[in-house]
């Protein structure tokens, strides 16, 4: 392991700090808004449908991006994340998200080439499930992964000046494959856990649209509520289980 890329998660003594857990990482819900709402307009179809999904899972990538410093620094590791300006972290994330979406594409072809019709569509959701639920249990596995990817791809590029390198990340993610394997299959159970809690939370949100006298504007808050904090809490999770299996791989190296 190099010294510099050491650097990103080596372990430092501790120091008080107050932590609030997922709630700290408010500084994603603006990404998730925007995030939500192109998805919104992406299934009502027309023409617009594919520049909203492009602008959602862009907007995933930088709720993500802003999250990722912070689960690095949370972990022990040092990041000049904080650095990059808004451009730059713009452009970052869209340098990720045309990689990552040929990748993407590449699985759900081979998946329909190989006779899986109808799952392969699934794989084009993984930069999605990063944030908001998958639609099958192999879709929250297969999001899993690709957040590791992406997680790599941050940590290379804040390492080489930004360099984005896809293949690099996933030959790292395969070097490193015992222990963030096992952080992509623990983070894909805790993704299908959430997905039946998500569940139970929406059917009984939907019950209480059905029966309570509240106001409009009061189910629409609690709606919003519920939408938003189940996406900051899949980034909070989905960062942390990654950052503590990407940290051990470097102290099981050593």
Not at 30 to 54: D, H, K, N, Q, S
Not at 77 to 95: A, C, K, P, V
Request: aromatic share 12%.
């Amino acid at each position: 392991m190099t010294t510099a890329l050491r650097k990103q998660l080596e372990l430092r003594p501790a120091r008080p700090e107050t932590s609030f857990g997922p709630f700290k990482l408010l500084h994603a819900l603006p990404w998730l808004v925007l995030a939500a709402a192109m998805r919104v307009i992406a299934f009502g179809g027309g023409g617009v449908a594919l520049p909203a999904t492009i602008i959602a899972a862009i907007s995933v990538l930088l709720a993500f991006f802003a999250t990722a410093q912070r689960s690095i620094e949370a972990a022990g590791g040092q990041s000049s994340l904080s650095e990059l300006t808004m451009i730059q972290q713009f452009r970052l994330s869209f340098s990720i998200f045309w990689r990552v979406t040929l990748l993407m594409l590449t699985a759900c072809l081979a998946a329909e080439a190989i006779g899986h019709q109808g799952f392969g569509p699934h794989l084009m959701f993984g930069l999605d499930g990063m944030a908001f639920d998958q639609f099958t249990h192999p879709g929250r596995f297969w999001s899993a992964w690709i957040a590791a990817i992406v997680l790599l791809m941050i940590v290379r590029a804040d390492r080489d000046d930004g360099k984005i390198a896809l293949f690099a990340a996933i030959g790292e993610f395969a070097r490193r494959g015992l222990w963030l394997g096992a952080a992509v299959i623990v983070l894909g159970i805790v993704n299908v856990a959430l997905a039946y809690g998500q569940e139970w939370v929406r059917s009984a949100i939907w019950n209480f649209w059905q029966t309570s006298s509240a106001t409009q504007f009061i189910k629409n808050l609690i709606y919003f509520v519920f939408i938003f904090s189940f996406a900051m809490l899949r980034l909070w999770i989905t960062l942390t289980i990654l950052t503590l299996g990407l940290r051990q791989s470097y102290v099981r190296a050593d």
